[in-house]
């Protein structure tokens, strides 16, 4: 099966911006709901964006005006644009396929204040 493939995790300082990429093989993204979750140290996983096969977005409110998630030109690829990061945005981001509920390894997200 295939299995989407995190990149972009880093050390940032509060205020700045990264940008995450899920990619998989295929143009299996293009058929999928793709969301992004994090889970920080010692607390659960929790969803912070989610893009829908037709297009739709939800985000949280502890993220809305901040993240972005959008597909790729390439229809392989995801993103999520992180703006304005906090200290509590420091976790460990997944990427999930919605309908095959097949996720990613995770890449790390670690914001300093």
């Known amino acids: 099966q295939v299995q989407p493939v995190e990149s972009g995790g880093g050390l940032v300082q509060a205020g700045g911006s990264l940008r995450l990429s899920c990619t998989a093989s295929?143009?299996?993204?293009?058929?999928?709901?793709v969301a992004w979750y994090r889970q920080a140290p010692g607390k659960q996983r929790e969803m912070v964006a989610r893009?829908?096969?037709?297009?739709?977005?939800f985000y949280p409110d502890s993220v809305k005006g901040r993240f972005t998630i959008s597909r790729g030109n390439a229809e392989n690829t995801v993103y999520l644009q992180m703006n304005n990061l906090k200290p509590e945005d420091t976790g460990v981001y997944y990427c999930?396929?919605?309908?095959?509920?097949?996720w990613g390894r995770g890449t790390q997200v670690t914001v300093s204040s």
């Open positions: 999930k396929m919605i309908e095959t509920q097949i």
């Open positions: 295929g143009s299996i993204l293009k058929l999928n709901g």
């Open positions: 893009v829908f096969s037709g297009g739709n977005t």
